[in-house]
């Protein structure tokens, strides 16, 4: 915990540090999950057979700053929202829109996306429900997909230029594929036997980010405290990794 106090209080004062420029940073593109989705949840929902429930497509959802619901899975904005703001950027859009310029930024980030690709979820019937196609992966392949389009709207040449001054930001990953494991039953053991998967996903998403776009600046979210959340808090008080 010191330690991610330590290197979140290193990252916030090298952002300062950037930021007094105001306009450091001409782009911006987030990958990550419900902490930072700003709509992809609700496109891919929607395009599903039959229809995926969901319910932040209507108030309180979006009342605090937007006034109406916009896909985000909280009451107003999110963390990629105030960090596009403290530079001075758009708001991100949801990458599936395809409504944004996106040599701005984009926002790929999918509600419930896990770290390790879905498939593995579903063959091995770790879940009893059709997941979206939106892990960590599938989320980069996106990305590939667009960057081409997203240099040819630069006036730089090849992409060394053309993301010299984006910021690029891997969301909170792994609190999904722990949730799928942990419903379904697993032991603590089974459950820690995935954590290597999760992390060696995240890391290989980030060195895919600096050396595919010649990223200069990227930065990581942190996995929040899984069970200070009140559903695990009420299905796993017992549980021996719930005291540590």
């Not at 995935?194 to 998403?205: F, L, R, S």
Request: net charge negative; glycine share 8%; charged share 15%.
């Amino acid at each position: 915990m010191k330690l991610i106090l330590a290197l979140s209080i290193l990252f916030l004062s090298c952002i300062h540090g950037v930021s007094s420029d105001s306009r450091f940073f001409t782009a911006m593109y987030s990958l990550g999950d419900s902490y930072i989705d700003a709509g992809n949840f609700l496109i891919m929902a929607a395009a599903m057979v039959p229809a995926v429930p969901v319910v932040h497509d209507k108030l309180p959802y979006g009342m605090t700053f937007f006034g109406h619901p916009t896909g985000r899975l909280s009451d107003g904005r999110n963390t990629i929202d105030f960090i596009a703001q403290e530079f001075g950027l758009p708001l991100l859009g949801p990458s599936l829109l395809n409504d944004s310029d996106a040599s701005k930024g984009v926002n790929f980030a999918v509600g419930g996306a896990p770290a390790i690709d879905v498939d593995y979820f579903e063959k091995n019937n770790i879940v009893q429900f059709k997941l979206l196609n939106n892990s960590l992966s599938v989320q980069l392949g996106w990305f590939e997909q667009l960057r081409p389009a997203i240099c040819n709207k630069t006036e730089t040449s090849g992409c060394e230029g053309c993301f010299s001054k984006s910021l690029f930001f891997v969301g909170e990953f792994g609190v999904n594929d722990y949730n799928f494991l942990w419903f379904a039953g697993k032991t603590e053991d089974e459950v820690m036997s995935h954590v290597p998967t999760v992390v060696q996903n995240i890391a290989t998403a980030v060195e895919v980010y600096l050396r595919a776009v010649f990223a200069l600046y990227n930065t990581s979210d942190f996995l929040r405290p899984v069970f200070c959340f009140v559903l695990q808090h009420n299905r796993f008080s017992e549980s021996r990794l719930f005291t540590m």
